[in-house]
């Protein structure tokens, strides 16, 4: 026993394991507790408060001669073991207190679920102020410091229904099949080839107009006339901005330009250029300017504008 303990900083395997029997704990199934035995084997005993003698049996006893207490068990495996325990207790605690946080988690998102459902079920909008705080608190979101993060959560949130339970767009496609598949076939060669995109940043907080700033530290978009109405006082008076470049749209304000009139030298998408220009007469001699899409195999140097399906 004293071969063990108080010899090494750094013991052998076999000492360690040794010694980690003697604790009483399993140096297989509780590898986190070796350092216990570690400590133990490091360890050295206190010869002023601790004698040691020998049994009338030839077995090793130690006196304690403060307590005057004589016992078999080595002073300093009597301590680790304690130590091995208490932590085994513990972990055991702390395991319990985790499983059953995760059950009440679980049984937080069941009636989140089941709150999301109802309003489904009514037709009713699901991102509401009461379930997106529940959320946030399950999350450990403060909303008072990371409110940017809610309005990611709402739209998350949004996000997350549309696609799992709104089917009523999908089904209205498809009781036209041939509409269906001529408006799939338009869309696979607007995105395919044309390639003219159509997704322009819209304000967050009117959502009507275009975005033309970016707040850094909100991490949302703004027109000029939310971002003056949100940010000119206040907190948010001093944040950071960023300026959103994208080419929209005069007419619409909605869809990215895909043509300029040389003549009005305003940008158009493709269906606004046609009810102000071509259906106008006194403007059919104003030229287009195609500024997205492929070029022309024939002449290699103009916009395609016709794709042939033959071809």
Sequence with gaps: MVALVGSVDNPPASRLVTVAKLLGMDPVAEPQCLWIAKEACKAKIDHKEWKEFTGQDGSTVYYN?????????????EHYSQLYHKQKTYSKFLLEQIMKDEDDSRAKYAF????LHERIALELPVATPQICEQITQLLGVEPTKEFFLVRCLKQTLEAY???????TTFLSDMEAHIGFLRAF???????DIIKKPEAVVMCEECEDKSAVLKCEVCQDYYCQDCFNATHATGNRRGHIT?????????????IIATCQCVQCGSFF???????????????????KRVISGLICQECEHLNATVLCEDC
């Design 65 to 77: 001669t403060v307590t005057r207490k004589v016992q078999k068990v080595h002073p300093v495996i």
């Design 112 to 115: 989140i679920l089941k709150a």
């Design 161 to 167: 229904v549309a696609k799992q339970y709104d089917l």
């Design 185 to 191: 076939r338009k869309n696979q060669v607007k995105d």
């Design 242 to 254: 960023a300026d959103v470049e994208q080419l929209v749209c005069a007419a619409c304000d909605e």
């Design 269 to 287: 998408c493709d269906n606004c250029y046609v009810t102000t220009h071509a259906s106008r007469p006194e403007l059919h001699n104003h030229l």
